[in-house]
């Protein structure tokens, strides 16, 4: 009984496009911050320069995510994508800068 | 696939549009006003009217800065920091200013002095008001909030902006195709080619102005990078790209500094004809007193100011900072060099101001046609949902709402008597609660009548404004335009050409009203 | 005047996009557009366009590159007004703007 309302609930387009607006919003706002982070630590450039360089792109990063949450029909490719590169990058972060 | 994108850059377009219009509205109209903050700042300043350009600005700045430090020193021995702000070509008065010293941490309050760099005397009577600074702060600090909860906000809007105008350079595939047309008198037709003509004309200021707007908060939305590499975060990497920045705290030990006239020669003697914007004295007769001296930036495109730090106890150079910027540097600085336009002469701030107000016709039309595309779809014995009441409602009130609070807060600036406590507060809050009063009337009723009158509202207030100004002050448009006070004619006359466009606009307006009428009419009469 | 020439070089380029659009030829010269003509004004119209880029650019650097912008702006108004109530009056560009244009560089060399 609750299964079938439950799965319903999931297809409505309600829950579908909040949950696109939070995978743009939320998840685009975190994958940009992970990416910038880690840019700032790979360009050859002094600390201040490369800071500089990655908070300018950010925006153009968190812009073209934002994009492209919204043109890929598949929600679950979308957080699998966004989580999964995420995650690699903020894995290689740490292995940078010796979090681990 | 194509066809998906399409449609889903389409449905995107039309509801983060829709989402965040008004506010954006009210952003890109506070912020087109303030590419002419002095401008409306010496407006708001009548005592200031008739203070005269110098004719060898640069060349009088030496004697200038020794004045008014000397000015300062007599002043306020006791200030936390003073601050001279030097004329320029848009602002021909002198700052001298002093932050008082404040108790256990909160930082004292500023004392704002102006002197006439001509008699070098300072000038009575300043009234205490915003002017233009008002719009600018309103711009990305709203009012009556939080900084950063509104800086937040601003942030969320614009980057819905830049969402909205990516996607609808991509829906619109014909956006260059049909980039010259618009068709008047069509109903929704014309305000599609209105949004479209509007966006595309200033396309590239659009992009430009979001983006920018953006990386100007950019180390409040992404500290991350500098988190990563500096165990400080912000704070620490700002140390690090600006040494001018760092702030030594007052040791309260009191010494001499050197003669002001002295100070002032020896930095002259290490770089003379430097165009000085501002020269700022931190601690005053404390034996960690420094002064920094500021250069104008001019035409260039660089924001951050070459600043060149010296005791004032020794007179040693201690550090300078901006003279030369690396690459990134020069990205960073000159986006945010681009959107605050402080580099333009009058030329491209006009240009500036005019890519602005499409901005906002592109918000406007863009909300406009939204309401009347749901309109046009209903039939014509449906009742409007409360979707469609509240965008029209919200609509109205914010797009006749603002010009018309707009007027308010000059006309305020004018009546209020000089004496009135809290004078500059009670102009503000005069804005606000007549544009509350347009959207209350906004909320009972936004048909085409409502508009029409908030458009005869607007004429009348518009062409007023100048009469009134010159009722309460000395000059007036023809005193201004025989002095060559462009910049007091240039306000009367931009009233005058708005109040004009208001005018157009009720025209129109009247003959749709009419139209409607002899349309329900002749409704009625079939029905029957 | 230097900038003014490179914001005529400008005006004359997006005109020539405009004309070459039928729907706006039709407006103006009353036909269809020419084929031929056609393929000429749009080189026309691209070299207009990238030489009023490198003046004024070359002219004041970043602050032409600014100024270009707001040039492309006022383009687009001026036609747009123009095409949409006195289409016939763009006619009168075509003697216009080249004068226009040569007096400038005139002016400029002078």
Known sequence: MVIPQFSAWFQSAAFLVCSRFLAAILGGYIFSAISVSLLAVLVPLSKTDSVLLAVSLSVLVYTCVFIWVFSVRSLVKIYGWLIALSASQIFLLAVIKGWL | ?528 | MTQLLAFLLCFTSFSCFALIKNSHCKAVFAKRVDAVLGRRMLMIAWCALIASVIISLWDLAGYGGVLFCGYMAISIILLALLLSYHPTKLRSLIYVLPTLISTTCIGLLL
Not at chain 2, 63 to 70: F, G, R, V, Y
Not at chain 2, 175 to 198: C, E, P, Y
Request: proline content about 3%; charged content about 15%; some cysteine.
């Open chain 2, 1 to 528: 696939m194509k066809e998906n994108f399409f449609r889903s850059m389409t449905w995107l377009h039309t509801w983060t549009g829709l989402l965040v219009c008004w506010l954006l509205f009210l952003i890109f109209f506070a912020g087109t006003l303030s590419f002419f903050r002095h401008e409306i700042t010496l407006w708001a300043q009548p005592a200031a009217h008739d203070v005269q350009p110098q004719l060898n600005r640069v060349a009088a700045q030496r004697q200038q800065i020794s004045t008014a430090l000397e000015h300062l020193a007599m002043k306020a021995p006791e200030a936390e920091t003073w601050w001279v702000g030097l004329p320029n070509e848009r602002n021909h008065t002198m700052a001298v200013s002093y932050r008082e010293k404040g108790d256990d941490g909160v930082r004292g309050k500023w004392q704002d002095n102006y002197m006439d760099p001509n008699s070098q005397s300072i000038l009575a009577e300043y009234r205490d008001t915003k002017g233009g600074h008002f719009f600018y702060r309103l711009h990305f600090d709203l009012h009556y909030m939080d900084r950063t909860v509104a800086r937040w906000i601003v942030s969320f809007a614009s980057l819905f902006m830049l969402i909205g105008l990516i996607s609808g350079v991509v829906i619109h595939k014909r956006i260059f195709k049909d980039m010259f047309q618009f068709r008047s008198a069509k109903g929704v037709r014309t305000w599609l080619d209105a949004h479209n003509l509007s966006s595309v004309l200033a396309l590239p200021f659009h992009i430009m102005i979001t983006y920018t707007g953006l990386v100007t908060l950019i180390f409040m939305l992404f500290p991350y990078p500098a988190m990563t590499q500096y165990e400080g975060g912000n704070r620490a990497f700002f140390a690090d790209l600006n040494s001018a920045r760092q702030h030594a705290d007052a040791t309260g030990k009191q010494v001499e500094m050197l003669p002001m006239k002295q100070l002032v020669d020896q930095f002259y003697t290490n770089w003379p004809n430097v165009d000085i914007k501002r020269v700022i004295l931190d601690h005053p007769f404390d034996e960690t007193a420094i002064v920094k001296f500021y250069a104008n930036t001019g035409t260039q495109v660089q924001d951050e100011m070459p600043v060149w730090v010296y005791s004032a106890v020794t007179g040693e150079l201690k550090t300078s900072a901006n003279t030369d910027l690396s690459p990134s540097e020069t990205l960073y600085d000159g986006m945010i060099a681009l959107h605050t336009g402080r580099l333009a002469l009058p030329g491209l701030r006009w240009l500036y101001f005019i890519c602005g107000i499409a901005g906002c016709v592109m918000i406007a039309s863009g909300a406009v046609m939204w309401a009347k595309r749901i309109r046009a779809r209903m039939k014509s014995n449906e009742q409007p949902g409360f979707g469609l009441k509240l965008v029209e409602a919200l609509n109205l009130a914010t797009l006749m709402g603002l010009p018309v609070a707009t007027t308010a807060f000059f006309y305020a600036n004018r009546l209020l008597p000089n004496d009135l406590s809290n004078r500059a507060d009670m102009e503000v809050h005069l804005f606000f609660v007549t544009w509350l009063c347009v959207t209350v009337f906004a909320i009972y009723r936004a048909g085409t009548k409502q508009w029409k009158q908030l458009a005869q509202l607007n004429v009348i207030l518009w062409l007023l404004l100048p009469i009134c100004n010159a009722l309460t002050t000395q000059g007036n448009l023809i005193s201004y335009l025989l002095e060559q006070q462009w910049i007091l004619a240039g306000f009367d006359l931009l009233c005058i050409l708005t109040a004009f466009g208001f005018f157009i606009q009720m025209n129109k307006l009247a003959t749709q009203e009419k139209a409607n009428v002899v349309g329900t009419f002749k409704l009625k009469e079939r029905n029957t």
